[in-house]
């Protein structure tokens, strides 16, 4: 197996004055291109954690993240993250916290005609399109959630990090986006790492 993105010796410690809390020990992954794979663990072990240092926004303390053997250390449009506490931009309106994506990805390669039509295809995706000028005051937890979603899945990132990305939503609206993503995994073939806390889900996407 060619390693793509690989986790290599992270150990992560959160100090504050004296006090300091190692979190991640010696942490070892390697995934290959277009792998799928789920990660599950008690609340604290340090999953987000993991997360967030792939994503390149938090730093390991020791070791590092390779992506296509180049080191990661900062965000970028490549790892899409889907928060676990969805992260929206509260001053911008549904569509606009996906335009924001879709345009700095797609700035050449798509006119702006094509990339309303993708924002649009995408909302659709996630069955918001009905809110798409609402702001995220204004619509519910499970909405907030899918228009993450959305979000992540319109960058066509190569990595995808999923943060228990389907924990607020009912079963069917679910089982809905769990087949959206496992569609568009064997569509784009991007490689994804995802935290759940449900075990049939991980059997099921990964
Ligand atoms: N910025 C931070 N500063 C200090 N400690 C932190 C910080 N972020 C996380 N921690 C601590 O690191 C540990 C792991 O947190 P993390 O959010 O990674 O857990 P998790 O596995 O995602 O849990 P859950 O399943 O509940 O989401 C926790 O003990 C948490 O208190
Ligand atoms: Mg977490």
Redo the contacts with the bound molecule.
Sequence with gaps: MKPYLKLDHID?V?T?GNVS?E?LKDINLTLAKGEYVSII????????????IIAGL?TATMGGVLLEDREVNSPGPDRAVVF?NHSLLPWLTVYQNVQLGVDKVFARSKSKKEREAWIVHNLNLVQMTHAKDKRPSEISGGMKQRVGIARALAMEPKVLLL??PFGALDALTRAHLQDSVMALHQKLGNTIVM?T?DVDEAVLLS
Excluded: A, P, W, Y
């Design positions: 992560k959160f504050r809390s979190v663990g008690h609340s604290g072990c340090g999953k987000s954690t993991m997360l967030n938090t676990q943060d228990e935290i806390h």
